[in-house]
């Protein structure tokens, strides 16, 4: 399977530290790739130089072959990149309804053709799938604020996918969700993974989500890549079970 | 604002059209200058809302492109010119300026981005004071005509009242058109969570300069009807005290509402006129009065109403939750 994302040596300095240090992955057409590490082991920062909302201090960033660093966020998602955010980040006035068409209505035409054009964009059947495969068809026209915490993090999800991307990187996805929801979550995320062929990379401290989701496992620990391999290999590593569990 | 049937909103609506068009028939000179004055700053304050309400971009230079598309007016229908053209070229000087002026939002926002707009205000000013040879500095533009609409002469107060009204009426069904389109949605996103916006494709940049252009054209509409409605102007009218007001009068209205500017350039063009039976104590009065309905409602008078309709909705909501539930316990 080919790469769909390179990352080769990235790293990202605030000032005198080093929040990441040199990390080098790649990412496989179709996988589903954990990202787990102690907390500020530099996760979300990674993440945030892979996607143009930090220019990192070095390295090379690769879609489909094509170096991409640097490029903003909105033309990297324009090139089919999408994410979701660690806190929370829909816009609460809005509908959930127009939260996605919102998410899905910059992916087609040019500006000025969504000047003239249609109001929804075209994109009201789309949002209502999109409502209707994370079940939150009951609250399609609340305002997106007036949801409860999981409800609101289905629906970030559900933002990312709008606009039919090829690899979304989720932060977090888990964080705050109820049991019974996460279930839904996860089923959701593997479904898309199969029907769409959607890339998928997943940060999460919920190790039973992350080990039964994911085909592969990077482990990082103070900025750097500390191990990667199947879920089971991961588990077993002496290294990661020192940098989790100390001396 | 879904709390009211919608017959019941339309109605309402045509109420006030025709009000608006048959009760002026009878206005003195005065009353008709007042309230054509009250439709050209509805329109500067829809442009305002529109940077400030939707977008979320502070800006106090609104007043500036008022005078950029008055000062464009007087020079051209002075020359002989007719007023459409005019309109065309305010609208199209103003959004340029506006463009231009909507880079530093790129970098900064709040009050950093108020100082920047601010100081362009200044500029503007001093550009209408001392460039005597285009715009007759301090001594103003005298005898600016007004036109003839399909032949029709509006001197006379009335008629050029419904030239104002009918600009406002155009102006309102594009603005209402722009912000139900996926460009006010854009806006929005703007202003409610830019970093979100941008992972979602939204080129946050090119939006950040069309709600400034387009904000500031039709602040520049606004001059265009201004000129020859004072058929005089000079600088004075447009320093920065304008830019406050038209500020003010999207905040009283309610920043982010379709109707807000209506509402504010109706409170900022009459309230003064009603008050005026109080003789010195108007601006006072009036002053309190903002500051009351600030405390009282941030977010303006169709804050209040939003808030109010919110309000019940929820209780709706919870009344017919609270049925079903009473149901499903019987049931059991």
């Known amino acids: 399977m080919s790469a769909v994302l390179e990352v080769t040596d990235i790293k990202k300095n605030f000032g005198g530290i080093s929040a990441?240090?040199?990390?080098?992955?790649?990412?496989?057409?179709?996988?589903?790739?954990?990202?787990?590490?102690?907390?500020?082991?530099?996760?979300?920062?990674?993440?945030?130089?892979?996607?143009?909302?930090?220019?990192?201090?070095?390295?090379?960033?690769?879609?489909?072959?094509?170096?991409?660093?640097?490029?903003?966020?909105?033309?990297?998602?324009?090139?089919?990149?999408?994410?979701?955010?660690?806190?929370?980040?829909?816009?609460?006035?809005?509908?959930?309804?127009?939260?996605?068409?919102?998410?899905?209505?910059?992916?087609?035409?040019?500006?000025?053709?969504?000047?003239?054009?249609?109001?929804?964009?075209?994109?009201?059947?789309?949002?209502?799938?999109?409502?209707?495969?994370?079940?939150?068809?009951?609250?399609?026209?609340?305002?997106?604020?007036?949801?409860?915490?999981?409800?609101?993090?289905?629906?970030?999800?559900?933002?990312?996918?709008?606009?039919?991307?090829?690899l979304v990187l989720l932060d977090e996805p888990a964080g705050g969700v109820n049991p019974s929801m996460l279930t839904d979550l996860k089923e959701r995320l593997v479904a898309i993974n199969r029907e769409k062929n959607a890339t998928f990379v997943v940060i999460e401290h919920n190790m039973e989500f992350v080990m039964s989701l994911c085909s592969r496992v990077m482990v990082m620990a103070e900025g750097k890549v500390l191990a990667m391999g199947r879920p089971d290999e991961v588990r077993k590593n002496p290294a990661v079970i020192e940098a989790y569990l100390g001396h | 604002m879904s709390g009211f049937a919608k017959p019941l909103k339309i109605a309402l609506g045509l109420a006030v059209i025709a009000a608006l068009i048959v009760v002026p028939m009878n206005f003195n000179r005065y009353g008709l200058f007042i309230l054509s004055q009250w439709a050209v700053m509805a329109i500067a304050a829809m442009g305002l809302n529109l940077t400030l309400g939707y977008a979320g971009q502070v800006s106090l230079a609104q007043g500036a492109f008022v005078g950029i598309g008055a000062y464009a007016?007087?020079?051209?229908?002075?020359?002989?010119?007719?007023?459409?053209?005019?309109?065309?070229?305010?609208?199209?000087?103003?959004?340029?300026?506006?463009?231009?002026?909507?880079?530093?939002?790129?970098?900064?926002?709040?009050?950093y981005l108020a100082f920047v707009t601010?100081?362009?205000?200044?500029?503007?000013?001093?550009?209408?004071?001392?460039?005597?040879?285009?715009?007759?500095?301090?001594?103003?533009?005298?005898?600016?005509?007004?036109?003839?609409?399909?032949?029709?002469?509006?001197?006379?107060?009335?008629?050029?009242?419904?030239?104002?009204?009918?600009?406002?009426a155009i102006v309102s069904l594009a603005v209402w058109w722009l912000i139900r389109s996926p460009w006010g949605r854009a806006f929005m996103a703007l202003r409610e969570n830019p970093l979100r916006a941008q992972s979602l494709g939204i080129d946050t940049r090119r939006y950040t300069l069309m709600a400034f252009a387009i904000g500031s054209a039709l602040g520049g509409v606004a001059g265009a009807l201004y000129a020859p409605l004072t058929q005089y102007i000079d600088p004075v009218p447009f320093n920065l005290s304008l830019s406050l007001d038209l500020l003010m009068m999207?905040?009283?209205?309610?920043?982010?509402?379709?109707?807000?500017?209506?509402?504010?350039?109706?409170?900022?063009?009459?309230?003064?006129?009603?008050?005026?039976?109080?003789?010195?104590?108007?601006?006072?009065?009036?002053?309190?009065?903002?500051m009351g309905l600030l405390i009282w409602s941030p977010t303006g008078i169709l804050g209040i109403l939003d808030r109010y309709l919110a309000e019940r909705r929820t209780k709706a909501a919870s009344a017919l939750r609270a049925v079903a539930k009473s149901r499903l316990e019987t049931v059991q």
């Open chain 1, 20 to 166: 990441v240090g040199g990390v080098s992955f790649d990412v496989r057409e179709g996988e589903i790739l954990g990202l787990i590490g102690p907390n500020g082991c530099g996760k979300s920062t990674l993440f945030n130089c892979i996607l143009g909302q930090l220019t990192p201090s070095g390295g090379e960033v690769k879609l489909d072959g094509k170096i991409v660093t640097g490029l903003r966020p909105a033309e990297l998602n324009k090139l089919g990149v999408s994410r979701t955010f660690q806190l929370l980040q829909v816009f609460p006035k809005l509908s959930v309804r127009e939260n996605l068409i919102l998410a899905g209505q910059e992916h087609q035409g040019s500006m000025a053709s969504r000047l003239v054009g249609r109001s929804d964009a075209g994109l009201t059947g789309a949002a209502n799938q999109m409502i209707g495969f994370f079940k939150l068809d009951h609250l399609a026209d609340e305002p997106a604020g007036g949801l409860s915490y999981g409800q609101q993090k289905l629906l970030d999800a559900a933002m990312a996918f709008m606009g039919g991307p090829r």
């Open chain 2, 73 to 111: 007016a007087a020079i051209m229908t002075t020359h002989g010119w007719p007023l459409p053209a005019a309109i065309v070229v305010a609208i199209a000087l103003s959004f340029a300026v506006g463009w231009v002026l909507g880079y530093p939002a790129l970098r900064v926002q709040h009050h």
């Open chain 2, 118 to 168: 601010l100081a362009f205000s200044t500029l503007a000013f001093l550009v209408f004071r001392n460039e005597s040879w285009l715009t007759g500095g301090i001594y103003g533009i005298s005898n600016i005509p007004r036109p003839h609409i399909f032949g029709i002469a509006t001197n006379k107060p009335l008629p050029f009242y419904y030239v104002c009204l009918g600009s406002l």
């Open chain 2, 250 to 290: 999207v905040i009283v209205g309610g920043a982010g509402f379709f109707l807000g500017p209506f509402l504010g350039a109706m409170i900022a063009v009459l309230l003064p006129e009603w008050l005026r039976f109080t003789e010195g104590y108007y601006l006072m009065l009036y002053a309190i009065a903002v």
